[in-house]
Protein backbone atom coordinates (compact mmCIF):
# COMPACT_ATOMS: atom_id res chain seq x y z
CA UNK A 1 0.00 0.00 0.00
CA UNK A 2 1.82 3.58 -1.06
CA UNK A 3 1.01 6.89 -0.04
CA UNK A 4 -2.06 7.56 -2.63
CA UNK A 5 -3.71 4.01 -1.31
CA UNK A 6 -3.81 4.97 2.20
CA UNK A 7 -5.16 8.50 1.07
CA UNK A 8 -7.78 6.40 -0.93
CA UNK A 9 -8.58 4.67 2.47
CA UNK A 10 -8.68 7.58 4.33
CA UNK A 11 -11.39 9.66 2.26
CA UNK A 12 -13.30 6.38 2.28
CA UNK A 13 -13.03 6.03 5.66
CA UNK A 14 -14.59 9.63 5.89
CA UNK A 15 -16.81 8.98 3.81
CA UNK A 16 -17.26 5.65 1.97
CA UNK A 17 -20.46 7.09 -0.01
CA UNK A 18 -18.07 9.45 -1.59
CA UNK A 19 -17.76 8.79 -5.98
CA UNK A 20 -14.30 7.90 -7.32
CA UNK A 21 -14.58 11.62 -9.28
CA UNK A 22 -14.81 13.19 -5.55
CA UNK A 23 -11.74 10.68 -4.51
CA UNK A 24 -10.07 11.55 -7.32
CA UNK A 25 -9.82 15.37 -6.51
CA UNK A 26 -8.70 14.64 -2.93
CA UNK A 27 -5.54 12.41 -4.10
CA UNK A 28 -5.12 13.56 -7.66
CA UNK A 29 -5.95 10.47 -9.82
CA UNK A 30 -8.63 10.30 -12.31
CA UNK A 31 -12.21 8.02 -11.30
CA UNK A 32 -10.96 4.85 -13.62
CA UNK A 33 -7.87 4.92 -11.56
CA UNK A 34 -9.23 5.62 -8.46
CA UNK A 35 -11.93 2.68 -9.35
CA UNK A 36 -8.88 0.27 -10.01
CA UNK A 37 -6.85 1.09 -6.92
CA UNK A 38 -10.02 0.68 -4.68
CA UNK A 39 -10.65 -2.78 -6.60
CA UNK A 40 -7.00 -3.74 -5.71
CA UNK A 41 -7.63 -2.70 -2.21
CA UNK A 42 -10.64 -4.95 -2.07
CA UNK A 43 -8.50 -7.66 -3.43
CA UNK A 44 -5.65 -7.59 -1.21
CA UNK A 45 -8.30 -7.58 1.73
CA UNK A 46 -7.45 -4.29 2.60
CA UNK A 47 -10.45 -3.45 2.21
CA UNK A 48 -13.29 -5.66 3.22
CA UNK A 49 -16.47 -3.71 2.23
CA UNK A 50 -18.78 -0.81 2.43
CA UNK A 51 -21.08 -0.53 5.07
CA UNK A 52 -23.24 1.82 7.04
CA UNK A 53 -22.36 3.21 10.71
CA UNK A 54 -25.24 2.79 12.23
CA UNK A 55 -26.12 3.95 16.24
CA UNK A 56 -27.05 1.30 18.18
CA UNK A 57 -29.09 3.21 20.72
CA UNK A 58 -31.15 4.55 18.06
CA UNK A 59 -31.77 1.42 17.03
CA UNK A 60 -32.54 1.01 20.65
CA UNK A 61 -29.11 -1.35 21.51
CA UNK A 62 -27.51 1.63 23.74
CA UNK A 63 -26.75 -0.80 26.76
CA UNK A 64 -23.17 -2.44 26.86
CA UNK A 65 -20.82 -3.99 28.46
CA UNK A 66 -17.38 -5.45 28.11
CA UNK A 67 -17.49 -8.72 29.85
CA UNK A 68 -14.43 -11.40 30.53
CA UNK A 69 -14.87 -14.81 29.85
CA UNK A 70 -13.05 -17.64 31.99
CA UNK A 71 -13.22 -21.03 30.59
CA UNK A 72 -13.27 -24.61 32.05
CA UNK A 73 -10.22 -26.23 31.15
CA UNK A 74 -8.64 -25.79 27.86
CA UNK A 75 -10.97 -24.35 25.04
CA UNK A 76 -9.67 -23.21 21.86
CA UNK A 77 -10.71 -19.93 19.89
CA UNK A 78 -12.50 -21.50 17.45
CA UNK A 79 -14.99 -23.71 20.37
CA UNK A 80 -15.56 -20.15 22.09
CA UNK A 81 -16.61 -18.28 18.92
CA UNK A 82 -18.93 -21.29 17.88
CA UNK A 83 -20.66 -21.42 21.61
CA UNK A 84 -20.65 -16.97 21.22
CA UNK A 85 -22.50 -16.68 17.58
CA UNK A 86 -25.55 -17.87 18.27
CA UNK A 87 -26.28 -14.88 21.51
CA UNK A 88 -27.50 -11.83 19.34
CA UNK A 89 -26.00 -9.89 22.07
CA UNK A 90 -22.58 -10.58 21.24
CA UNK A 91 -21.35 -8.33 18.69
CA UNK A 92 -17.62 -9.03 18.93
CA UNK A 93 -15.34 -11.07 20.89
CA UNK A 94 -11.21 -11.54 21.21
CA UNK A 95 -9.02 -13.73 22.56
CA UNK A 96 -6.43 -11.73 25.15
CA UNK A 97 -3.62 -12.19 26.92
CA UNK A 98 -4.07 -12.25 31.25
CA UNK A 99 -6.17 -14.20 33.41
CA UNK A 100 -9.23 -14.16 30.78
CA UNK A 101 -9.35 -16.60 27.65
CA UNK A 102 -11.66 -13.92 25.86
CA UNK A 103 -13.26 -10.82 26.17
CA UNK A 104 -16.86 -10.20 24.78
CA UNK A 105 -18.93 -7.13 24.01
CA UNK A 106 -22.45 -7.45 24.69
CA UNK A 107 -25.05 -4.91 23.60
CA UNK A 108 -28.67 -4.73 24.86
CA UNK A 109 -31.80 -2.72 24.70
CA UNK A 110 -31.61 -1.63 28.62
CA UNK A 111 -30.45 -3.61 31.89
CA UNK A 112 -32.50 -6.10 31.89
CA UNK A 113 -32.46 -7.43 28.49
CA UNK A 114 -27.99 -6.86 29.62
CA UNK A 115 -28.55 -9.05 32.52
CA UNK A 116 -30.73 -11.94 30.79
CA UNK A 117 -28.07 -11.92 28.08
CA UNK A 118 -25.38 -12.38 30.62
CA UNK A 119 -27.51 -15.07 32.39
CA UNK A 120 -27.36 -17.02 29.07
CA UNK A 121 -23.49 -16.38 28.87
CA UNK A 122 -22.89 -17.99 31.95
CA UNK A 123 -24.70 -20.37 30.72
CA UNK A 124 -23.02 -21.66 27.96
CA UNK A 125 -20.90 -25.25 29.38
CA UNK A 126 -17.00 -23.76 28.16
CA UNK A 127 -17.94 -20.45 31.01
CA UNK A 128 -16.38 -21.34 34.17
CA UNK A 129 -17.07 -17.95 35.54
CA UNK A 130 -17.27 -13.89 33.82
CA UNK A 131 -16.32 -10.53 35.09
CA UNK A 132 -18.47 -7.78 33.62
CA UNK A 133 -18.18 -3.88 33.14
CA UNK A 134 -21.18 -2.14 32.47
CA UNK A 135 -20.22 0.96 30.07
CA UNK A 136 -21.65 4.28 31.42
CA UNK A 137 -20.84 6.36 28.59
CA UNK A 138 -18.34 6.43 25.47
CA UNK A 139 -15.32 8.50 25.98
CA UNK A 140 -13.78 7.74 22.11
CA UNK A 141 -14.52 6.02 19.52
CA UNK A 142 -12.61 6.64 16.62
CA UNK A 143 -11.93 4.17 12.93
CA UNK A 144 -8.37 3.34 11.72
CA UNK A 145 -6.38 5.44 10.14
CA UNK A 146 -4.53 4.57 7.12
CA UNK A 147 -1.83 7.39 7.47
CA UNK A 148 -0.66 7.09 11.18
Excluded at 59 to 70: C, K
Aim: aromatic fraction near 4%; charged fraction near 25%.
Amino acid sequence: MNTIDQRIVSCLVANARSSYAEIGKVVGLSAPAVKRRVDRLLETGVLRGFTAVVDPEALGWGTEAFVEVHCQGNVTPARIRARLEPLPEVVAAYTVSGSADAIVHLRAADIHHLETALERLRGLEIIDRTVSTVVLSRLLERPPNPQS
